[in-house]
């Protein structure tokens, strides 16, 4: 058990309006990743942080801004949710010389 | 760019069947390896690594090796159980350790 929680575990949102998710580890693990996960592209890396304030993009970041004021948050906020934004997220840390990855329980999101 | 190829799914397996789940990779230099296995309604855990050529990544019966000449990474167990019904993922660590790919999934469901 990384130490990890994800919140809310579920949401439901209308098309246009700001959501925040929010990640939390208790174990001051330095990188923090934030994922999507959609039937047939399995995880796909939406923005990942290296420190406090330290952030930068992966794979699929249009749409989606993170934040993270201090070691144990990671924020992912949808500045205006679309539809295309319904998925599963997860939150996951790096550990280890093998940079293994921990993830956290997944947030269910639904823009209607 | 880095990139990870395994086996569609679903797979259906009876009790004690041999069980084998392709995986491929393309990237730069020598990557880490990974298998997640994904429960229905959790998030990932890591199911077994492995960091060079040749080495064998075990746990609970399952077991990896990477094969760095035909960039390979199959997942193998002996003998499925029904509580190995679950989604698999194959994923690779790229050099610098941020960035993390992950194959599509494949969904294993084993039968009494």
């Known amino acids: 058990d990384a130490g990890i929680t994800q919140s809310p575990r579920h949401k439901v949102t209308e098309t246009g309006t700001p959501v925040t998710l929010r990640c939390h580890q208790t174990?001051?693990?330095?990188?923090m990743y934030w994922y999507r996960q959609d039937p047939g592209h399995g995880l796909r890396l939406i923005h990942y942080s290296y420190g406090v304030k330290d952030t930068d993009k992966g794979e699929v970041s249009d749409g989606y801004s993170v934040s993270r004021s201090k070691t144990e948050d990671f924020l992912l906020t949808l500045e205006s949710a679309t539809s295309s934004q319904t998925s599963v997220y997860f939150c996951a840390i790096r550990l280890g010389q093998l940079y293994e990855q921990y993830f956290g329980p997944g947030t269910r999101l639904t823009v209607t | 760019g880095d990139s990870v190829t395994q086996m569609e799914g679903p797979v259906t397996l009876s009790e004690e069947a041999f069980l084998t789940i392709n995986c491929t990779y393309t990237?730069?230099?020598?990557?880490?390896l990974f298998w997640y296995v994904q429960y229905p309604g959790e998030g990932l855990q890591l199911l077994l690594k492995a960091t060079k050529a040749d080495d064998k990544g075990s746990n609970k019966g399952f077991e990896a090796t990477y094969r760095k000449e035909t960039t390979s990474f199959h997942l193998e167990k002996g003998s499925v159980q029904v509580s190995d019904s679950a989604v698999y993922f194959c994923?690779?660590?790229?050099?610098?350790?941020?960035?993390?790919?992950f194959g599509t999934g494949t969904s294993l469901t084993v039968i009494p």
């Open positions: 990237a730069t230099g020598y990557p880490s």
């Open positions: 994923a690779l660590s790229d050099l610098t350790g941020n960035q993390f790919y």
């Open positions: 174990e001051n693990h330095r990188y």
